[in-house]
């Protein structure tokens, strides 16, 4: 450890950069010659967003979990786990059981009744026009926060595992990575970019286990010592609730506030809802979340042992002193562990974690542009064969410009990845979540109240944010020199998701319009049966 | 593209019919009847576990063996009933509903739907036709 810090303190960075960029490239060369294989099958838009529907429950599992586990679930978890102990533990925790939500209320009755984004069954028995768009900007939004979270992450990971340094070299480094993902988008669709994720995922699970195994090893496979470790080098603290928000009546109320979004966000995520038009039936997307669901907790059983083992053998002020921070617990421990090799090897799986995601999420909302805004809304359906997936590439291309740029930007923020991504959620859970349920639930539910609902959680979610100590005011702020905060929660979650169903509920009670009855049998019927569900695309 | 044009051939009347089916009723009501109460309860459970994390620190600090305390238990305990949870919806869409919502997609497919509603007036159906 001693070692460690010398080398941090010299150089500020771990390992041997030739190993962790060779490790990293052998991932990108194998996942691009799967990708171009797998874009020799792209002939339709369901090809190009949906894979066919063709993917297994199996493979589609393993994706979600590729999707699902991202840079947050990887470093962000671990890092709370090693520096504040026991409450970042309810990240894991919520991250999990908010799969159950999307397994039992979700998953087959979006897939039986949705062609390719979020907004089809959104819209199905409103007005198009203004449902879809409303629903194309919350898809956006959401896939923006949580694109800038990824990136966020990539940026510490460069600068702690490449050896660059300096601020032009790593955007450099941000430019590579995002250009990739382009590719991966542009090449594969949806097929390559599900390929990515489950190569992603296997090596996440594997990685995560040696180091889990190398851990427990080290205090005898008993969780009591490890724990036991972890108060060594920290304090009592971090085996009990509260080291992080347990200060204030404020904090505590922020704790809640989190654990709300965290467990309400997942049913709500675009890129998520995506991966379940990927497979040939609704008994396909079930058996695919049951396989994310196991992959997922067992993952997140692992990150336990990561984050209390960083904090025992690496130690909470390293990890917070190193480049990248918080985040740097996982690295850091696997350095400690195994040194440079090791270390190669899972810096090589952040990266690609990182990159499987971002794919994922910039397929979503291109998807989402291309197929609600460009051809339903504007071309009113009547695009040319293909226009739409032309449109979804350009527009892929854009975001990938944007979440560079985003990416550059967020470079020096230094925020726990994890806690982004927790507002990805919490704009999700606000903007998107009830008004899904209420349109599969609700036979009343309205226009008026789907717009209400979308627009107004969003903008309650996006506006609270923005006035709350994450953006201005405080020492960990990313503007910290100016303060316009007067919302005290750093997650919304507590006021803008019970807001965004109040105002569904409302919309529609004062709404005049009449209930699209046979549009209400429709989707019903099509829900709970599964008939005229698109179908698995034959070559 | 090659978009299956099955799903544009059923008429409103036909998907009306399918709903006001009692074999749909059935199927929705054990659809809710599981799903809603257990969304309620999981969700009860672990906002639960947040509130005593949060506001009964002491009690989940109890130390049970070793340095595992009640907490640390609790939360494991979300692991495993999301588990079950997992399971027991997977066996009961499986016996409960699968057999159901397969039966009336196969019958829909075949258009069985499409004249019930006449049933009660055969020749009314007869001259409209």
Known sequence: ?539 | MSEPTERRLLTPDEYEEAQASPEFMELKRRFRAFAFPMTVAFLAWYLAYVLLSTYASDFMSTTVFGNVNVGLLLGLAQFVTTFVITHVYVAHANKRTDPIADEMRDRLEHHEYAHRHHAGGESEGATRA
């Not at chain 1, 799967?34 to 393993?62: E, M, V, W």
């Not at chain 1, 990561?306 to 690295?331: F, K, R, T, W």
């Not at chain 1, 499987?356 to 291309?370: H, K, N, R, Y």
């Not at chain 1, 854009?398 to 230094?414: M, T």
């Open chain 1, 1 to 539: 450890m001693r070692e460690l810090s010398a080398a941090a303190a010299t150089t500020e960075t771990i390992g041997n950069p030739t190993i962790n960029i060779s490790i990293f490239g052998a991932f990108v060369l194998v996942t691009l010659a799967i990708t171009f294989r797998a874009s020799r099958n792209n002939k339709s838009a369901a090809d190009y967003y949906a894979a066919g529907r063709t993917i297994t429950g199996q493979q589609n599992g393993l994706a979600i979990a590729g999707d699902y586990l991202s840079a947050a679930s990887f470093l962000g978890i671990a890092g709370a786990i090693a520096v504040y102990g026991y409450d970042g533990f309810l990240y894991s925790i919520g991250f999990l059981v908010a799969w159950l939500v999307a397994l039992l209320l979700v998953a087959e009755l979006m897939r039986n009744t949705a062609r390719f984004t979020m907004a089809d069954v959104l819209a199905f028995r409103m007005r198009q026009g203004p449902v879809r768009t409303a629903a194309a900007i919350s898809t956006l939004a959401v896939s923006l926060f949580y694109l800038l979270a990824q990136m966020s992450g990539a940026g510490g990971l460069v600068t702690l595992l490449l050896g660059v340094s300096g601020e032009a070299a790593q955007a450099v480094v941000v430019t590579i990575v995002g250009a990739l993902m382009i590719f991966y988008v542009l090449v594969g669709g949806m097929r390559g970019t599900t390929w990515v994720q489950i190569i992603k995922a296997s090596l996440l699970i594997v990685g995560a286990f040696v180091m889990t195994v190398w851990v427990l090893g080290k205090y005898g496979f008993n969780l009591s010592s490890l724990i036991g470790g972890a108060i060594e080098s920290g304090s009592q603290a971090v085996a009990e609730p509260g080291a992080q928000y347990g200060l204030t009546g404020t904090t505590k109320l922020d704790f809640v506030s989190l654990g709300l979004a965290l467990v309400l966000g997942t049913a709500g995520l675009p890129h998520v809802l995506m991966r379940f038009y990927t497979v040939p039936t609704a008994k396909d997307a079930r058996r695919s979340v049951v396989w994310a669901i196991w992959l997922i907790g067992i993952f997140y059983l692992f990150s336990l042992v990561i984050g209390y083992g960083a904090g025992a053998l690496v130690g909470a002020e390293e990890i917070l002193a190193a480049p990248g921070a918080v985040n740097a617990a996982a690295p850091l421990l696997a350095f400690e562990l195994g040194g440079t090799v090791l270390l190669g090897i899972i810096a090589g799986v952040a990266f690609a974690t990182i990159l499987a995601v971002v794919a994922g999420l910039t397929i979503t909302a291109s998807a989402s542009f291309a197929h609600d805004v460009y051809a339903s809304v504007i071309k009113k359906g009547n695009v040319p064969p293909n226009g739409e997936v032309k449109v979804a590439r350009i527009t892929a291309v854009v975001i990938g410009a944007i979440s560079i740029g985003l990416g550059i930007l967020a470079l020096q923020a230094g925020l726990n990845i994890a806690f982004l991504v927790a507002l990805a959620f919490a704009v999700a859970a606000s903007a998107n979540l009830p008004t899904i349920l209420y349109t599969l639930f609700w036979r009343r539910f309205t226009t008026q109240g789907a717009l209400w609902s979308i627009y107004g959680g969003l903008i309650i979610c996006v506006g609270l944010i923005l006035f709350s100590p994450v953006v201005s005011g405080g020492e960990k702020s990313m503007f910290p020199d100016v303060d316009f905060a007067w919302f005290p929660l750093n997650n919304p979650g507590l006021v803008s998701i019970p807001a965004s169903f109040l105002l569904g509920w409302l919309g529609t009670m004062l709404s005049k319009e009449r209930v699209d009855e046979a549009k209400w049998a429709e989707l019903e019927v099509r829900a709970f049966t599964g008939i005229g569900a698109e179908k698995a695309v034959h070559h």
